[in-house]
């Protein structure tokens, strides 16, 4: 148990470290590429952003794979952001460029929405998607 706390401390101290180096080292988030969610036309890209340790990740994951799996059209951008310091920054770049306040995982962000947690992802994200992708035809 102790492993585990241990763990997942150090795991939001990285994360944390990286927004401090993100909003305060000039030109580090905007290095990024990639197309920006918020008012961008085009295909919808779902944004999922995960820890490996995290349990409540891990029950949201199957949702969100059987989603890729119905809307194939849709760009479903899975990313691991605890052992990976670029999609931690690409997480920094797409929560600053929607607005989003929310830094925790499990999060889908789709558009300019922010779903975040083991609760509002399954309630809310493929009604998101249905939504954009009425949006954008």
């Keep these: 148990m102790d492993k585990t706390i241990q763990t997942a401390g150090l795991a939001l101290a990285g994360i944390l470290i990286l927004f401090a ?3 305060l080292v000039p030109g580090v988030g905007t290095a ?8 961008s036309e085009g295909p919808v890209t779902v944004y999922f952003f995960y820890g490996e340790e995290c349990p409540h990740c891990h029950d949201v994951m199957p949702l969100v794979l059987s989603l890729k799996e119905k809307y194939p059209d849709v760009d479903f951008q899975i ?3 605890w052992h ?3 999609n931690a920054r690409l997480f920094m770049k797409v929560s ?3 607005g989003t306040s929310q830094s925790g995982v499990p999060q889908a962000i789709i558009g300019d929405v922010a779903l975040v947690g083991g609760r509002d992802i399954p309630a809310n994200l493929e009604q998101v998607i249905i939504t954009h992708r009425k949006n954008t035809v």
Excluded: D, K
Aim: hydrophobic share 35%; aromatic share 0%; net charge negative.
């Design 32 to 39: 990024l590429s990639g197309t920006s969610p918020a008012g």
């Design 84 to 86: 990976n310091t670029e």
């Design 21 to 23: 180096v993100v909003l």
């Design 96 to 98: 600053r460029e929607t």
């Design 79 to 81: 990313l691991e952001i």
